[in-house]
C-alpha cells in the first residue's frame, strides 16, 4: 500500500500499552523477508476475531 509511517495517538497509559502490545504482535506477523502466506499463516495462527466495519 505504500505506506511508510503510521502514527498512533494514545490518550492514556492504557491506550499506549495497547499499542505496544499491537506493534509487538506486528512485528512477529510480518517477519523481514517472510511471504504473503507466511504472514496470513501467522495471523490465522493468532485466532483473532474478525467484525465488520461500521463505515467510518
Known amino acids: 500500500a505504500g ?4 502514527r498512533f495517538y494514545a490518550f492514556d ?3 499506549l500499552a495497547a499499542y505496544r502490545t499491537g506493534a ?5 506477523v510480518v517477519a523481514p523477508g517472510g511471504s504473503l502466506s507466511d504472514v496470513l499463516e501467522r495471523v490465522a ?3 483473532y476475531q ?3 466495519s461500521d463505515g467510518n
Do not use: F, S
Open 45 to 47: 495462527a493468532r485466532n
Open 50 to 52: 474478525w467484525g465488520r
Open 13 to 15: 497509559d492504557g491506550g
Open 24 to 28: 509487538a504482535h506486528l512485528d512477529e
Open 3 to 6: 505506506v511508510d509511517r503510521l
